[in-house]
């Protein structure tokens, strides 16, 4: 077991306050990792201030050094993944595509590091303002408060501080206490690529300790959050006018139309509702069926579900592997139990080991049951049949969150119009609410929050957009 250090302005710090994580599969204690507390966080806050005021970093070294972090986060993939395995009970597979989707991200960054312009225009109006000008410039807002979640421990991470270096601002950022060293991990391949002092610190510890620390502190110009409703409720409360980006939960829907292949759409739906043992913040969890190939699916769905292999991370062959922690896992077999008492069917799964939960199809659902209603984040999907397009749409948008949503149709004119009907962030035509690629303009509506990720959209968020007006 190896002891972490936390990381303020780019000096390794060790304290005497401890946490351990755990190995998800095995439950062995995997790290001991040092905690912050006010006097870390506010060094870390200063350490920022400082490297942004006295020490602002050009674009040409924002493009290096991000250019340089890909190239070592690929050197380092065998170790990065082995800690994700670990940490967040990845399978090596999953852990494998998160470093190949972060070092795109990293690099896409990069590249707009050097392309952060403005726009220049005349003025319009009386006739001599026709001879003046404006142009706008887009600056740095300052030190970012980058505070991730466990899902996905290094691409959501990477999506927060990439984006922040790219603009030209100092990161502190604060890991889920459960996946801490993958964060560590990432700030050392910042550090190690030349991040200049003062401009990376991670603060590893507990979140309902350093989060409060961090929003209270009034240097800190920037807070992106991604991870539940109910703490991002919290730091929005808590900041005042300071900005934020909120990317919250969801109950995602995807609708599967009668003139989509049902094998294909049950494929689709299967990896959509499983993937990352479904803690997903786009996991398919209401999936709305044609009742004319309603049976056809339902059968082919619980196929594709039961033929999944669910267990040990480092297994080669198992596609899903433990959720994040037991009581998460009780969380939902307890609400499968509460569906089941008032009406549901469990179609397959609803099997629980430890944390490990075998993939869970539930029809006979209503909207008031939790696995309908809240945010299930477990691999557990309720199939519900629909008889006409307009009814899917109602019940698609029937849910407080709106994060993305998606329609298995072949039929570009059903596509089109659902594009202008569901309230969600994103909609995907052809595809599930399980699709993101890492540089679409990314986030949700309603409770899933507001504010864009994806790099060229974070850059936006995370700079000022300055008007420069010449009357002379
Ligand atoms: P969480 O809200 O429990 O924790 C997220 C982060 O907040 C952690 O780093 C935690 O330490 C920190 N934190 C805890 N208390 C805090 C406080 N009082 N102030 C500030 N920070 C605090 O979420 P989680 O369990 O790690 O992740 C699961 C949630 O994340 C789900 O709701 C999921 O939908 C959401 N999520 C959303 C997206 C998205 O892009 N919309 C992506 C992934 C996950």
Redesign the pocket.
Known sequence: MKKYPLIIGGQEVLTEETHYVYDKYTGEVFAEISAAGREEVDRAVDRAVEAFETNPLDAASRYTILMKAADLMEERADEIAAIMTAEAGKPTQDARNEILWSTDLVRESAELARQLHGECFGFWGDAWMDTRTCYTRREPVGPVAA??????PLN?VI?KVAPAIAAGNPVIL??????SVTGLAVCRIFMDAGLPDGYISCLTG???V???L??ENQKIAFYS????????K??KA?IGLRRCA?????NSATIVCRDYDPAAAAAACADAAFTNAG?????LQRLYVDRAVYDEFLEKLIREAEAITVGDPRDPGTRIGPM?AEKEAARVENWVREAVEQGAVIQCGGKRSGALFRPTVLTGTTPDMKVMKD?V?GPLVCVVPFDTIDEAFTMVNDSRYG?NSGILTNDIATGMEASRRLKTGSVIIGGTCGFRIGNMP???VKE??FGK?GPRYAIEEMTDLKAVVILN
């Open positions: 505070i991730a979640p466990f899902n996905y959501l999506h604060k890991p889920a206490e459960v996946t507990s979140g309902s350093i989060g409060p961090l929003t959050f991604t991870g539940s409703v109910s703490v991002g919290s730091i808590a909120m990317e919250l939960g969801s803690q997903v913040c786009i996991h994040i945010e984040f994060l990314y986030g949700g899933s929050g990720e």
